[in-house]
Nanobody, 115 residues
Framework: QVQLVESGGGLVQPGGSLRLSCAAS????????MGWYRQASGKQRSLVAT???????NYADSVKGRFTISRDKAKNTVYLQMSSLKPEDTAVYYC?????????WGQGTQVTVSS
């Protein structure tokens, strides 16, 4: 079992920045793909970004050039640096760890972009 704990969400003005963190309960980075997903009110959960154990990253088109995913193996933590935030980025952001057939989720952290 893997526990994921997100932090760093909050209220930010349009154009601002936030960094989300996801701490894993044990070392999983050597085998799991880590990712961030988000779910806006009334919408389905969707991919934001993923990063492999070889640090190969992938982004949704809507966040390319604005968000950066990274991982710190020593701290068992994955980050999502979000810049140039837009109101449409408002959502609950979830951390994910995936390794077939295992799939773990964090509890989510709210990000609200509003003036």
């Amino acid at each position: 079992q893997v526990q994921l704990v997100e932090s760093g969400g909050g209220l930010v003005q349009p154009g601002g920045s936030l960094r989300l963190s996801c701490a894993a309960s044990r070392s999983i980075f050597s085998a799991y793909v880590m990712g961030w997903y988000r779910q806006a009110s009334g919408k389905q959960r969707s991919l934001v970004a993923t990063i492999t154990s070889e640090s190969i990253s992938n982004y949704a088109d809507s966040v390319k050039g604005r968000f950066t995913i990274s991982r710190d193996k020593a701290k068992n933590t994955v980050y999502l640096q979000m810049s140039s935030l837009k109101p449409e980025d408002t959502a609950v952001y979830y951390c994910n760890a995936w390794r077939n057939p295992y799939n773990y989720w964090g509890q989510g952290t709210q990000v609200t972009v509003s003036s």
